[in-house]
């Protein structure tokens, strides 16, 4: 159940040592159905490695985080559910798992996967109800020990196997309770108490040592063994006894002749020993061997926050904080020293004390040798005498004098040991060596209107100051018996012409620092008779002061309604506090400082701590122990420097030496995930197909690890964690950062991570938090989660989005050759065609031109020019289209090929004129291809230059050479002929 529904939990707690000296005034912390138990009658617990409270109950087993129960019960359709709801025994194993013992049977539990395997013993192999298994215990081995209907069971925890049993005649099923001592011995009780010895396979009844107190008449009903190794039994009605080593048997303590039910063995802060012990004639009480002390814990019907009045059926300290829980029938105590810090007192209630009984004052009267008696003023009531160390209360009363009436509004006892009260009529004083009264009444100017004084103090000389609510200042004059007015000045007078001293406080320098109200803050010197008046702009009433502490730092400190100030010895401001930085109260109220110079201010909310070394605040309220979290009067405090917080018809009380502050920084753990607002186990089940071709399988497994897995469309969960810390879980503090996602720490008051739409990979969780008093486990918990990617986000759908567009371009690059193929091939047809069809027809008319010139002659001479010029224009034509046809290959693109071309051209052309042609081609030319044009344009300019060569240079070689340089293609044609000669304009011509 949430932890806000805690709040009816039982509160309060008297500091350990006090505790132990006078129980009637210690609290507890409750726990029952109302808080998510499955059961208010409690049969065991234990607390796991992780850090978890495991609670057994008479209908289920109980996890407890400290804010919430999560119950396990029995059952018939699911083989991972406890045997029955009945929890006889809950032990922690070596190994960490829990051994639960039920009335029908024993199984084992896994703390962090929950799971539960079933322990068969001998009993579950017939129909009748006798499987009950008693609490287990571990021997020095780690073997587990437990007992049955007709026998003593040995099991092995590694295989669960049962590895001996001894038979009994006796029935040592051990109801309430079985332990092991060091020599792996088992003490069992069920009509007595027996001792099992494993090596001798022997057991002892015990009878006692004396015939006519015999113990096995006594009735065990529990046995422990302390810190020492002694061995102690409970019994019922009988007391304690104490086992005798010489003896070997069991001897009457000095305990009172009562039931002591449960036995657990605890020392104080100190090392003295002592017992708590379920049993007396309230339930509960504490007992000290050494001194036969025994103090029981008597509840109060009026406060909820005492022990309960049933019997404790089982104890469990925990090892690590010192707390104690109590298991009882009407539900679960927790004694947690540091948690509740404040001891409770009530007042006693009559018929006439109405809602005015407000405790205005306590006193720890200095006459008392024990120490243990304080006065405790009641406004609206009366006067009180309250024995600390019984818790007992009682009423004082005088026909002589008014202390012991209404209107008490403080209490101050001298260093004479006279106790005065501040009153509604003047003061009254009493002497409690011999319980004389007095009344000083009618001593104010103005007696029908002023009879009232707020506050007393004595200072460093002995001297004697009360403020009055309107004429200022009085002192008490010890020559003359008389009270007198000290100090009452018109130029400090309020707007309603008053001058009320609500609280005085001497400084180091001997002045008197007066907390005046609406006449603001004022000090005051006894020696010159100097006075002076503080007021402080920014305040929300600037001249009202209701407090004031000058501290033993030579610092003063004030109370303005709703603003907290330091000032220094002369009534400068060093700090302001308010809402806005540090307090959270909108009035404060009196100030008291403690012996390690720290200033308490009680309020409207909250009593407030300021520590002036750090500057900041500390706050307790209902859950340390205080009646409540509004505190409006009566902040007392002692000579010893306790302090007492007033509060109606109660009171709290401590010593802030003293406080405990815990800590222990808490055990973070997962408690629960929430997917798409559906429960989701930290497993995960991977489903696995094998297909090597020659079979095929299908493998289904649970992998358990502690990672989260989120599915596709799985894009909101929440996670679950716990600080498990039993001592004010609802100040727990809580951080959560996801890596990966979270630039930091993300801080809340609950413990639940949310997250949405995650993009796919993988995340790690971190998880830390603090305790109720802000120590934090910065090391926390951890959880990985692993988001799946949607299909279009996975890495293989990108890794197929690549082929398919590495196939896409293969296809268009396929395409494209395919294409320019098509293309070639129509080139090349069309350069065939051109060839045969132009070349046919250029051959034509260069036959029919020198047939024409042949038949012609000599007859028509001036033809014979014309039909040559057609002969040789129809050859040129024919050689310029061959050339044409041959750059129109693209099979003819790479410089071979226009080398081969070039030396063929050349040979044709030059060897008709007798002129040798050589061609030097580099290496550097094979497969390099050329652009079509490119090619053209080379070939036409290497024809031009042999053209020239052969017409002009009147050669005899003509020499081609070709290479590649640095990516350029270099072409020389030289030859041996008679060359050329430059122009007048500086130009080659050719």
Known sequence: MPSRKLSTVLLGLLAWQCLLGQPSNASFLLYTTDQGLSNDNITSFAKDKLGYLWVGTVN???????????????DPANENSIPNNLILGITVAPDGWLWISTDFGLCKLDPFWLDIERIPIPENADTLKNDAARPVVFDSRGMAWTTGWSGIYKFDPSTNELVFTQKTEQNLIGYFGIIVDEKDRLWMINSGLHRYDPVTKTIKLFKGVNPREPFLDASTLSVVQDHDGQIWAGTWFNGIWKYVPSLDEFTKTNFPSTLAHQLLPDSTANGRPFFW????????????????????????????????NYLVKKFYKDPANGDVWIATEIGLEHYAPSAVRFGRAMIPQTEDMGQFSLVSGV??????PTGQRYFVGVWGTGLFSWNKATGETERMSSSTSNFTGEGIFGLLQDSKGYLWGCMNNGMSRYNPRTGEWKDYQNFFKDNVKSPLIWCGMEDRKGNLWFGSAREGLYRYNRQTDRMEQAFFRKEFLSKSG???????SEDTQGRL??????????????ATGEAKRFTYTDQFTTDACG???????????????????????????LRRFTNDNGLKTSRLCFLAEDKQGRTWVNSEYLLHCFDPITGKFSFYGKADGLFSNTMTDALSVTPSGELFVGFQNAFNFFDPTHLRLNHQPPPVTVTGIRVMNKERELRTQTSMELDLGLFSTNINSIVRDTFL??????????????????NQPERNRYAYMLDGFHKDWVYTDRPVATFTNLNGGKYLLRMKAANNDGVWNERGATLEIRVKPPFHETWWFNVLMLLALGGLAVGFLKFRQLQRRRLERFRESLARDLHDEMGSTLSSIRFFSEFANQQVGDDKPQVTPVLQRISQSASTLGDSMQDIIWAMKTKNDQLEDLAARMTEFGLRLLESRNVAFKTHVSDDFLGKHLQPEVRRNIYLIFKEAVNNAAKYSEASEVELSLSIKKGWLLMKIMDNGKGFEAGADGFLRG
Not at 363 to 368: G, M, S
Not at 551 to 569: P, S
Not at 709 to 726: Q, S
Request: net charge negative; with cysteine; glycine share 10%.
């Open 60 to 74: 289920g087993l109980n996890r407890f985080d400290g804010r919430n129960f999560k119950i396990f019960r029995h």
């Open 277 to 308: 012990v379920g049993g007396g004639n309230h339930g509960l009480g504490v007992y000290f061997p050494d001194n036969q002390q025994f103090s029981e814990f008597k509840p109060d019907l009026r406060d909820p926050y005492t022990h309960n």
């Open 363 to 368: 006193a720890n009267d200095n006459t008392d």
């Open 498 to 504: 008053i001058l009320g001293v609500r609280q005085i």
């Open 513 to 526: 620092w007066l907390a005046c109200g609406s006449s603001s803050l004022i000090r005051f010197d006894p």
């Open 547 to 573: 407090s004031v502490e000058a501290g033993q730092n030579g610092r003063i400190y004030a109370a303005f309604h709703e603003t907290f100030l330091e000032l220094d010895a002369e009534g400068k401001l």
């Open 709 to 726: 897995t989120l599915n596709p469309g799985e894009d909101f969960f929440e996670v679950e964690f716990a600080a498990l810390n039993f």
